[in-house]
């Protein structure tokens, strides 16, 4: 399945009132992520969501379905470490 498939997915399914899947937000991080040194690149590396998460592009893009829908994630999970087996989420 295409990373624009699985991201269609995700937003269908926050728009359905559900919190996106692990893969999904693997997904939509690493297709926004802004470099090593970012919350979405550790977010799509190991899973890791940290304090006061930042998308790393202001309030800029905020009203991207997709970036709702991963922000709902974040919020909904809450800052979390490493997640065992991240790697292994594939597409």
Same mark, same amino acid.
């Given at each position: 399945?295409?990373?624009? =498939?699985?991201?269609?997915?995700?937003?269908?399914?926050?728009?359905? $009132?559900?919190?996106?899947?692990? !893969?999904?937000?693997?997904?939509?991080?690493?297709?926004?992520?802004? $470099?090593?040194?970012?919350?979405?690149?550790? !977010?799509?590396?190991? *899973?890791?969501?940290?304090?006061?998460?930042?998308? *790393?592009? *202001?309030? =800029?893009?905020?009203?991207? +379905?997709?970036?709702?829908?991963?922000?709902?994630?974040?919020?909904? !999970? $809450? +800052?979390? $470490? +490493?997640?065992? =087996?991240?790697?292994? !989420?594939?597409?």
């Amino acid at each position: 399945m295409s990373d624009e =498939n699985i991201i269609a997915e995700a937003v269908h399914s926050y728009q359905m $009132g559900n919190t996106i899947t692990d !893969l999904q937000a693997k997904v939509i991080a690493n297709a926004w992520h802004g $470099g090593q040194s970012s919350d979405m690149y550790a !977010l799509t590396s190991t *899973g890791t969501i940290r304090t006061d998460f930042d998308p *790393g592009f *202001g309030d =800029n893009r905020l009203d991207e +379905p997709e970036i709702m829908a991963l922000m709902h994630y974040v919020h909904t !999970l $809450g +800052p979390r $470490g +490493p997640v065992n =087996n991240w790697s292994n !989420l594939s597409w």
